[in-house]
């Protein structure tokens, strides 16, 4: 948490979004220009693996459908494999506005070192202050109380995490506390694998998908009010009916189940014509 203040308090004006638009309004369907967006989603400096499924998770356009303006404090829940860390953390750096990210609860006495090192390994991975700007850091996990000082941020991102938060029995908690750290006005940005509307929903996810209802529904008894929904990520060729769940398909190609080896002779062929998961994107409001 001293980290996270310590990088809030070296910006010395937070700019605060603008009140976003009405409920429904895709924003896609004609962005304003972003300079230092488009510049970020073309940086030189993102990792080729991941500049390559921008096909699929389409930053410039759901970024600017949800709302991100210059100036942000931003705060991304679970980055993960940095993805969207290579475009955020230098398009703040670019506007005067702060990235924030969760990592590993270093308050946390029971935290396996492998956690410890996943999170020196990203810390290291974005050190470089030239292209990244000064990234502050959020202890997070099941035993971490709130994500920062109360209405201190401007734009939380959550990118395909709404399952593993259902599985570990969690996702209330998040969602409450991101409802905490937003100000006013502020804006929790969603990106899930979806499933098909109606679908009797797995509290679990076990399968990695989940329907846009029951996301809304969680986010609503959190407190936020859903502003718009867009299409940007659908994948009509994803029928949801994998053997192993979402991560059938690509990025991850899973040929057996968790637990066990990989099978050669699994054919993902079909799944790779597929391409990546269908995904809801949803815009939420803090009130």
Known sequence: ????????????????SSAPDDAGADRASAPQADAALNSAVGGAWRTPANAARDV??????????????????????????????EILAPYARQ?????????????????????RDARANF??????????GKVGYVNFGPKSVGLGPDASVDFVLNGRNIHNWMAAGTLDKVLAESFAVLKSGGILAIEEHRNAPGAVQDPKAASGYVTEAFVIAAAERA??????????????????DHPFGVWTLPPVLRTAPPGQPADPNFDSTPYKAIGESDRMALRFVKP
């Open 56 to 85: 699929y998770r389409k930053p410039e356009a759901v970024l600017s459908f949800w709302g991100l303006k210059p100036g942000m404090t931003i705060l991304e829940l679970q980055p993960g494999g940095g993805y969207w860390t």
């Open 95 to 115: 506007t005067g506005g702060v990235y924030l990210a969760t990592a590993a609860d270093l308050n946390n006495p029971e935290l396996s070192q492998a956690a």
């Open 223 to 240: 407190g936020f009010r859903l502003d718009a929904r867009s299409e940007i990520l659908a994948n009509p060729k994803d029928d949801r």
């Open 1 to 16: 948490m001293k980290l996270w203040i310590a990088a809030l308090s070296a910006l010395a004006l937070a700019a605060c």
């Open 123 to 132: 810390e290291k991975r974005f050190a470089d202050e030239g292209i990244y």
